[in-house]
T-cell receptor, first 111, second 109 residues
């Protein structure tokens, strides 16, 4: 049982480039979310999806998300900026407010 | 604003006991989580408290006082593998998680 899988683990890109961080879970969880983790700060929620086919709130500037099926929840950086340098964590849960299952993270550097 | 406070770093000795505190000020309360995160790895669930009192799970226990906005994680019989960051998170009235910055625990032989 793989749990939550994220790719890539590491990536460097230049300002203005775009890329997609992949996240997949095999636990049939409805809720999936993306966080960023920066030194000295708590996890910050970027976006969440309550179920396949739904997008539940306004997507923050600089990001794009989609939830075409239950398993996959990709996060796209539209035009990367140095402020988006971070570790991105994907998580899933069976229910809203439930225990989160995290992927190992994608460490992204924007030069 | 909403705020979670926990110590940045703590050091303890193998075999000893350590208590990691977490205080919170949030818009409503629907439970408090503790997660463990080893360096470079995914956070993993340790405990969930929604009622006042102590929840024990093996060497780890978690305590909650809602009236004081306070929780602690108690680790007994410390092992080297317990060296990790411990994250406190509160579920607010909108069922959004508010996270502390984490406490890095260093275990010395």
């Amino acid at each position: 049982n793989a749990g939550v899988t994220q790719t890539p683990k590491f990536h460097i890109l230049k300002t203005g480039q775009s890329m997609t961080l992949q996240c997949a879970q095999d636990m049939n969880h409805g809720y999936m979310s993306w966080y960023r983790q920066d030194p000295g700060m708590g996890l910050r929620l970027i976006y969440y999806s309550a179920a396949a086919g739904t997008t539940d709130k306004e997507v923050p500037n600089g990001y794009n998300v989609s939830r075409l099926n239950t398993e996959d929840f990709p996060l796209r950086l539209v035009s990367a900026a140095p402020s988006q340098t971070s570790v991105y964590l994907c998580a899933s849960s069976y229910s809203e407010g439930g225990e989160l299952f995290f992927g190992e993270g994608s460490r992204l550097t924007v030069l | 604003g909403q705020n979670i406070d926990q110590p940045t770093e703590m050091t303890a000795t193998e075999g000893a006991i350590v208590q990691i505190n977490c205080t919170y000020q949030t818009s409503g309360f629907n439970g408090l989580f503790w997660y463990q995160q080893h360096a470079g790895e995914a956070p993993t669930f340790l405990s969930y408290n929604v009622l006042d009192g102590l929840e024990e799970k093996g060497r780890f226990s978690s305590f909650l006082s809602r009236s004081k906005g306070y929780s602690y994680l108690l680790l007994k019989e410390l092992q080297m593998k317990d060296s990790a960051s411990y994250l406190c998170a509160v579920l607010d009235s909108n069922y959004q998680l508010i996270w502390g910055a984490g406490t890095k625990l260093i275990i010395k032989p």
